[in-house]
């Protein structure tokens, strides 16, 4: 007998169906059906073809207010993504049919760890949030400016005299890093493009000739995020970031876990120990897929550094699809 899986499609930090960044969502089976490998995972979310898939396992009879998902690109499994992680909450507390999700449901597993999980107080638009979990380290190499315009040469008018030398590298948990990369202009970040030959900066430490410090050489993804401040947006009218992010040869119309790394580094490097720090990031625009993210950070004290308390990844979805796929 054939075995079929249900499944949905969510565009992400968005209310706006075809905009945001699609999800792909599959429903595992309950212990009483055959179980889904690794390796078939990674066959569907190869089919789904989208920047990430997640697989959604049943609920535990022994912990109803907790859900576990997997991450799958359609290359490898992640520990963490951001528009996985807030499209998962919003199935559980906005889409789900299972009434129970949206009352009982409080936390999300993934690889990196769990996740509180909560709607956003007063939000008009089923805005939900993730306290997601963070490891959070500014490496100690930084990213030449020749390095990256070798890379991206389109940026040479922008880069090429009088910037800044470097970029520094930042990880919010080990597995996904990024390279900050401030611009002076949405002058600038309209002209980026895909990295020469699709070239992707390789997950290793310094001493291999990588950026990361030793020990945060993991299997992962370094990207690197492109972003302008204190732009003026005419849909919200507030002051947000415009980012961008355009990893091989594609560009992602919304990257979670960049953006809550731009959020924690801008937020550790500028904000008091004792406040909390919060950043309407938009992405996408230039693709056509405008995303709206929100990361809130709070900043304490370890003796005389600051460190990080919470970090809170903020977004809607919207459904787009549904049906069953064929194992």
């Given at each position: 007998m054939v075995q079929t899986l249900r499944f949905a499609t969510l565009d992400v930090f968005t209310t706006q169906p075809y905009s945001?960044?699609?999800?792909?969502?599959?429903?595992?089976?309950?212990?009483?059906?055959?179980p889904i490998t690794q390796e078939q995972k990674q066959l569907?979310?190869?089919e789904f073809n989208l920047s990430e898939t997640i697989f959604i396992h049943p609920t535990s009879q022994s912990s109803p207010s907790s859900r576990t998902i997997d991450i799958f690109t359609t290359t490898e499994e992640l520990p963490f993504a951001g528009h996985p992680t807030i499209g998962a909450v919003s199935w559980f507390l906005e889409h789900s049919a299972n009434e129970a999700d949206k009352t009982n449901v409080q936390t999300l597993i993934t690889k990196a760890g769990p996740f509180a999980i909560s709607r956003v107080p007063g939000s008009q638009s089923g805005a939900v949030a993730a306290k997601i979990a963070h490891n959070v380290h500014i490496h100690s190499s930084r990213f030449a400016v020749s390095e990256l315009l070798r890379l991206h040469p389109s940026l040479v008018p922008f880069l090429g005299q009088g910037g800044p030398d470097s970029f520094p590298v930042f990880s919010i948990v080990k597995?996904?890093?990024?390279?900050?990369?401030?611009?002076p202009s949405l002058e600038a970040l309209a002209a980026t493009e895909c990295p020469v030959s699709g070239e992707v900066i390789p997950c290793k430490s310094v001493a291999e000739g990588g950026y990361l410090d030793a020990g945060w050489e993991e299997s992962g993804l370094v990207v690197v995020y492109f972003y302008v401040r204190d732009v003026y947006d005419e849909t919200t009218g507030k002051k947000v970031i415009r980012s961008r992010m355009l990893l091989r040869n594609i560009e992602d119309p919304a990257t979670g876990s960049a953006a809550s790394g731009l959020a924690s580094?801008?937020?550790l490097t500028g904000a008091e120990a004792g406040s909390t720090?919060?950043?309407?990031?938009?992405q996408g625009v230039e693709m056509g897929r405008r995303s709206d993210i929100s990361v809130a950070v709070t900043v304490g004290a370890r003796g005389q550094e600051k460190k990080i308390e919470t970090v809170e990844l903020r977004g809607s979805a919207v459904k787009v699809t549904s049906g069953e796929l064929v194992i």
């Open positions: 945001g960044n699609p999800l792909g969502v599959v429903f595992l089976p309950d212990s009483s059906s055959t569907i979310a190869q597995g996904m890093s990024q390279v900050l990369v401030e611009l580094y801008l937020a720090a919060e950043f309407d990031i938009v």
